[in-house]
């Protein structure tokens, strides 16, 4: 399999240390002192399958695998393989994974090929492991990705000739769930909810729309809310579409004639008490009307 890799300048002696120290103490450290310079492009890899082998990562990207540093999207509960530098196990000397979770502290990954000894430090999500033992697969897999997995994983190798390494910008998505529904007289409400990122929606045919509504929640999602009326125009249909990384969606709402479907509460309140009065009138005249009736029979 070909990932992207590079040399570093800095000294393996540096890794080695820090495998050192971790191994002593036992302690929660960040590791950052084994951050590398890398490379400042980007370039956007979109995920389509599920636990992605390292054949068909090559097949399929082998363009973006030229890069250091990856920006890669991928679907909330699906699975994802990231893949280190390919080195030959006979060169090896370290492995070091290092995730940087929004919020969390540091968690690291190691295995040390002279003692084939593996270690961690402030690793707690056990939905992240080696895809299987470091001796055999030095790869990472996240079974499945959840919201709280974007962040920043890298994979650090220690060779005699230099250190390689391979970077990613993971970036979750959260599918938004779409509603569409007629809240008055020819005026229709679209809503993309809890969606990550924020969905964009547009109208067919285009009415006359109030200014699109975001609201962010805690956990990176946003509920986007569009709404337009129709009232001088003739459309008898209309469409709201949804655009987002996840896929776009379409729904269509019929609407009305224009007679009024549904209103204010205090609007429908002042009807009913109209057409109570209005009975209660006709009730009064009527029963009027029958008692002087029976006084003019009597006399």
């Known amino acids: 399999m070909l990932c992207p890799w590079r040399t570093a300048n800095l000294g393996l002696l540096l890794i080695l240390a820090v495998f050192l120290v971790a191994e002593a103490e036992g302690a929660a450290q960040s590791n950052n002192s084994l951050m590398l310079q890398t490379s400042k ?19 399929n990207h082998s363009k973006v695998l030229a890069e250091v540093n990856i920006s890669w999207p991928v679907q909330m509960a699906r699975n994802a393989v990231l893949c ?21 502290p540091s968690c690291t990954k190691s295995y040390r090929k002279e003692t084939n000894e ?7 999500d056990e939905r992240i492991t080696w895809v299987s ?3 055999q697969n030095s790869d990472l897999q996240i079974c499945p990705v959840a919201i709280t997995h974007d ?3 890298r994979c650090i190798m220690a060779t005699p000739d230099g250190n390689f390494h391979r970077g990613y910008h993971l970036q979750v998505l959260v599918t938004p769930e779409v509603t569409l529904f007629e809240s008055r007289n020819r005026t229709a409400v679209c809503e993309a909810v809890a969606g990550k990122p924020a969905a964009q929606i547009s109208w067919i045919p285009a009415g006359d729309c109030a200014p699109t509504e975001h609201e962010y929640w805690g956990n990176g999602t946003v509920t986007v809310e569009s709404m337009c009326h129709w009232g001088d125009n003739n459309a008898s249909t209309v469409t709201c579409h949804v655009s987002h990384l996840t896929g776009n969606k379409s729904l269509y ?3 009305n004639s224009g007679l009024r479907t549904s209103g204010s509460p205090a609007l429908d ?16 005249v009527t029963t009027g009307f029958v008692f002087f009736q029976r006084i003019n029979c009597v006399r």
Not at 51 to 57: G, L, N, P, V
Not at 86 to 104: A, D, K, S
Not at 271 to 284: H, T, W
């Open 41 to 59: 492009e980007n370039h956007t890899l979109a995920s389509n399958s599920l636990c992605m082998d390292e054949k068909q990562i090559t097949q």
């Open 84 to 104: 280190c530098p390919p080195i030959e196990f006979r060169n090896l000397i370290i492995i070091v994974w290092e995730i940087i979770l929004r919020g969390q």
């Open 118 to 124: 593996t270690k961690e430090t402030n690793c707690t």
């Open 133 to 135: 033992t470091p001796d």
């Open 151 to 153: 962040g920043y994983y």
């Open 253 to 255: 709402i019929k609407l």
């Open 269 to 284: 309140l002042l009807i009913i008490l109209y057409v109570k009065l209005s009975l209660f009138v006709v009730i009064l």
